[in-house]
């Protein structure tokens, strides 16, 4: 019912930037937040960042300052501009979402993860 398609992730030496990009799709009423985790290898899955319509945008310590989240409220769409990158930024990140369907029902939904690595 819900589609998150990421798009945007590669490989990048440090120092350098990219942006990545999370597009929703589907019964979708209303958004109430979207947001980006990463896992590296044999790590956790932890939150990047999250933009939410109620209690604002929230940051990881290890990316305040270099990573912006913003969001295209009429596309559904949300980006996570990194810079400064640095290895140890290496990992598969993840949009997640919060919605509202036209039925009602609230749905949490992730996307199927993009690579970003890190290196020179």
């Known amino acids: 019912q819900v589609q998150l398609v990421e798009s945007g992730g590669g490989l990048v030496q440090p120092g350098g930037s990219l942006r990545l990009s999370c597009v929703a799709s589907?019964?979708?009423?209303?958004?109430?937040?979207m947001g980006w985790y990463r896992q590296a290898p044999g790590k956790e899955r932890d939150l990047v960042a999250r933009?939410?319509?109620?209690?604002?945008?929230k940051y990881a310590d290890s990316v305040k300052g270099r990573f912006t989240i913003f969001r295209d409220l009429g596309k559904k769409t949300v980006y996570l501009q990194m810079n400064s990158l640095k290895p140890e930024d290496t990992a598969v990140y993840y949009c997640?979402?919060?919605?509202?369907?036209?039925?009602?029902?609230?749905?949490?939904?992730w996307g199927q993860g993009i690579a970003v690595t890190v290196s020179s």
């Open positions: 997640n979402t919060n919605v509202v369907l036209y039925t009602s029902q609230y749905r949490e939904v």
């Open positions: 589907g019964s979708i009423s209303s958004i109430n937040e």
């Open positions: 933009s939410s319509t109620i209690s604002g945008t």
